[in-house]
């Protein structure tokens, strides 16, 4: 079972680069949203009463319950509102949604992130720290040579953005932050120039966001031993070093005010305030479902590029992030968000242990749903991700419990 869960964790991570090159079934993009309803099935297998209650008490339960209760006023929004395009834009919205919580605290139920754990820690490293020296080098290679493996079509700063055998930079820079990160959580002095080369590969996508979090991990690790004296003011540093970094893109856009980005920022605020205080329910606004079920809202609220010529939702429905949130959620869902992030931040953070591998990890996403809908898309690679790298935290507490005992 160890073995099975490790080698498809790692099929999880790499699956953008499976679906890019191998010709798949249409249905089979679909595993994630598999996944989800699988997990949530064998916890009601399980059943609670297995753990004796104590799952209704932990930080677990108090992580969940506010997407739960968003679920429930999502619903209604959209009984009030009705602007989705169809109820299976609905249903499809909320497995989306959900799956990034469900699928971490499922994983963490059912004991699935120690076991993938365990398989990293024997056999599983091994393969990542190849995977990413091969990423790395054709990576270099590419620089000085056009193999195929970056986008042709755009240069930045007189490079080409590197891809691999993704179907885009930032689905490489995704997976490179998941690789760098439990890379980072195996504690391991030798571990510096596989993590040198993720930081090098990221680099040479030349995606702001990317950029952006290559600077906070460096920063990060560099000023790691004084953030405890100086909290406020390492928090401040790391706020403006990704402000500072990204300011070029940012200035573009901001200035460019009809982008769709900028409009999906603009739209969710209005909505939200329109449909205040539970927003505009699932399925409604700034997600490709929303798109490709065409909600009402686009019909009196014009936001551009989000459509092509044949009526066909862009890349653009996908390219948003907070708004998603802000508009479909409104106040009450922000509050019930930042709940839950408290508590996950408990779980981070235990016996005020830092794990900073975790810490990264969430930072990216702060920095990626500036942007990207993050959770929508990689929602259960995300998840095991972070369940796994907590693990190993969870380890080394056991461990010093039994040492103390």
């Known amino acids: 079972m160890t073995i099975f869960l490790g080698w498809l964790f790692l099929l999880f991570v790499f699956n953008g680069a499976i679906f890019n090159i191998v010709p798949l079934p249409s249905f089979c993009g679909l595993w994630d949203e598999g996944a989800t309803i699988l997990l949530a099935l064998m916890c009601v297998f399980k059943g609670v009463k297995k753990n004796r209650g104590r799952f209704f008490i932990n930080c677990d339960f108090r992580f969940i319950v506010p997407w739960f209760i968003i679920v429930i006023t999502g619903l209604i929004a959209n009984l009030i509102w009705n602007y989705a395009g169809a109820w299976q834009a609905i249903i499809r919205d909320i497995i989306g949604f959900i799956k990034f919580p469900l699928c971490f605290t499922a994983i963490r139920f059912l004991g699935f992130d120690k076991k993938i754990r365990r398989f990293l820690d024997r056999y599983g490293f091994k393969v990542l720290k190849a995977a990413i020296t091969v990423i790395f080098v054709l990576g270099v290679v590419s620089v000085f040579k056009d193999i195929g493996l970056s986008q042709s079509d755009e240069v930045r700063h007189g490079i080409y953005s590197y891809q691999f055998l993704f179907n885009h930079p930032n689905s490489l820079g995704l997976v490179e932050v998941l690789l760098l990160c439990l890379i980072d959580s195996e504690d391991n002095q030798r571990n510096s120039i596989y993590v040198i080369m993720c930081l090098g590969t990221l680099i040479l996508t030349m995606r702001t966001k990317i950029l952006a979090f290559v600077a906070i991990f460096i920063y990060a690790k ?124 408990k779980m981070v953070r235990p016996q005020k242990q830092i794990n900073w591998s975790a810490i990264l990890l969430l930072i990216y996403l702060c920095i990626a749903l500036t942007g990207e809908s993050t959770l929508l898309n990689a929602g259960v690679e995300f998840a095991v991700t972070l369940a796994v790298i907590l693990a190993k935290n969870e380890k080394r507490i056991l461990g010093e419990r039994i040492n103390k005992i």
């Open 222 to 345: 560099c000023g790691a031993r004084w953030s405890k004296k100086h909290n406020a003011l390492f928090w401040i540093t790391a706020i403006s070093l990704v402000m500072g970094v990204s300011y070029g893109k940012l200035s573009v856009v901001t200035k460019w005010t009809e982008s769709g980005r900028m409009s999906f920022w603009a739209g969710s605020v209005k909505l939200a305030a329109k449909c205040f205080p539970i927003g505009s329910g699932f399925g409604t606004f700034a997600s490709h479902i929303s798109g490709k079920y065409v909600s009402k809202i686009y019909s009196f609220m014009h936001i551009k590029e989000i459509f092509d010529a044949q009526g066909n939702p862009t890349a653009v429905l996908g390219d948003t992030g907070y708004p998603y949130y802000i508009a479909q959620f409104g106040v009450v869902g922000i509050i019930l968000l930042t709940i839950s992030i408290k508590n996950l931040l």
